[in-house]
């Protein structure tokens, strides 16, 4: 037999095995994992206007001393609205301060947006331009960070938050953080 019969056959047995690794990726509990190469590292700089009050200044250094976790939303994301629940929830326990980073959004919009869904943060910095963003490889929203009590990012989630994020993944690294203190 010539190989060039062969040949069709073996490409199909080439694509098929292609096709099955890729559902098999694709069925993986990380598959939308991204990681962050600020993990590890301080947190980038920055001095962002407060929503509420926009003439006062919060720098990355006022917020040093306590961890927080950083939760980016925009009244324009409808996934920070099915994540809202969640992060109330998980700001209501006061375990750690909640900031809200309200990226790429108009003023008013943000405001009403709060007004109308509540607002559980402990402080709302408004990042109208987006400047701050790229510095942490924002890249939409929702996106939350949690940083050490010394500004340095611990974990980076991207997508909505779930309860079983906050349980799983989330308190297991604030235990630690509590540990090492």
């Not at 324009?76 to 929830?89: A, G, K, S």
């Not at 375990?95 to 607002?119: H, T």
Request: charged share 25%; glycine share 6%.
């Amino acid at each position: 037999m010539s190989a060039k019969r062969w040949l069709p056959f073996l490409v199909f047995l080439l694509i098929a095995a292609l096709m099955a690794v890729g559902v098999w990726m694709s069925r993986r509990p990380d598959r939308d994992a991204l990681p962050s190469p600020l993990i590890g590292k301080p947190a980038p700089e920055f001095a962002l206007p407060v929503l509420h009050e926009p003439n006062r200044i919060v720098s990355s250094k006022d917020l040093r001393g306590q961890p927080y976790l950083l939760n980016v939303w925009g009244s324009w994301c409808p996934e920070c609205q099915v994540e809202h629940p969640v992060i109330t929830r998980f700001a209501e326990t006061k375990r750690v301060r909640v900031i809200g980073y309200n990226w790429k959004d108009e003023r008013a919009d943000a405001l009403a947006w709060l007004e109308r869904f509540n607002n559980p943060y402990w402080l709302v910095l408004a990042d109208e331009e987006g400047g701050t963003a790229i510095d942490f490889g924002i890249y939409g929203a929702p996106e939350t960070f949690l940083v050490d009590a010394n500004g340095v990012v611990r974990w980076k989630h991207v997508g909505a938050m779930t309860d079983d994020i906050v349980r799983d993944e989330l308190l297991p690294l604030l235990d630690a953080l509590e540990r090492e203190r």
